[in-house]
């Protein structure tokens, strides 16, 4: 099925570990964001990517890093992971960043940081 | 800076009644508006986009509005059933940015 694929699910790490989530789109879409959902909140972006070999900061950026090297992927990397950053992630991607495109998400990703 | 109240935080209704869930901005200046559903474990699905030129829009049971004098939505579910048990947000397109609420978990019982 066409759609948003991310890798892996479910992750458990110990603090100061790094770790890598990657996130697939296979509808060529130009834009594509990387969000974590805590529980009571909203969700949270953390940083989206406009196009293949740009990437921007979101609202929480901080100890995350990622890539957009090819158009389909975007990776969503932890350094030395936290126990804040304990979170559900969710890739989503649009046509064009306009806010009349409809996201499509991926499944999710829940980490746990030990 | 824009804010999304999402009410109620949580519902319980018997099958078969029609429901009305609440999604507000603290700046009512929205141009596009989408309601979203999430299952347990599951990611979001888009139900309704509510484009800058539209006032409404309707999906099968599911009528979704947006008073933008008011910055508020309202997701109309007409005779629920168990099925539409889930997590639903509101997202709104504010300054070139999309505010999520913090959702309502609604359950319908049989």
């Known amino acids: 099925n066409a759609g948003v694929t991310q890798t892996p699910k479910f992750r458990v790490l110990k603090t100061g570990q790094s770790m890598t989530l990657l996130c697939a789109q296979d509808m060529n879409h130009e834009y594509m964001y990387w969000y974590r959902q805590d529980p009571g909140m909203g969700l949270r972006l953390i940083h989206y990517?406009?196009?293949?070999?740009?990437?921007a900061k979101g609202e929480v950026p901080d100890g995350y890093n990622v890539s957009r090297l090819k158009k389909q992927n975007f990776l969503l990397g932890l350094e030395s992971a936290a126990p804040s950053q304990t979170s559900v992630y969710f890739c989503?991607?649009?046509?064009?960043?306009?806010?009349?495109?409809?996201?499509?998400f991926g499944a999710g990703s829940r980490l746990t940081v030990l | 800076k824009q804010e999304v109240t999402q009410i109620p935080a949580a519902l319980s209704v018997p099958e078969g009644e029609n429901l009305v869930l609440n999604c507000s901005f603290t700046d009512s200046a929205i141009y596009n508006l989408q309601w979203f559903r999430q299952d347990p474990g599951k990611g979001l699905t888009s139900l309704l986009l509510i484009q800058s030129s539209q006032r409404e829009q309707t999906s099968g049971r599911l009528n979704a509005s947006l008073d933008k004098s008011s910055g508020r939505s309202t997701l109309y579910i007409a005779a629920s059933q168990p099925g539409d048990s889930a997590t639903y947000l509101c997202a709104g397109d504010s300054n070139y940015q999309l505010i999520w609420g913090a959702g309502t978990k609604l359950i319908i019982k049989p």
């Open positions: 990517s406009v196009g293949e070999g740009t990437t």
């Open positions: 989503a991607s649009t046509p064009s960043g306009s806010g009349a495109n409809v996201l499509t």
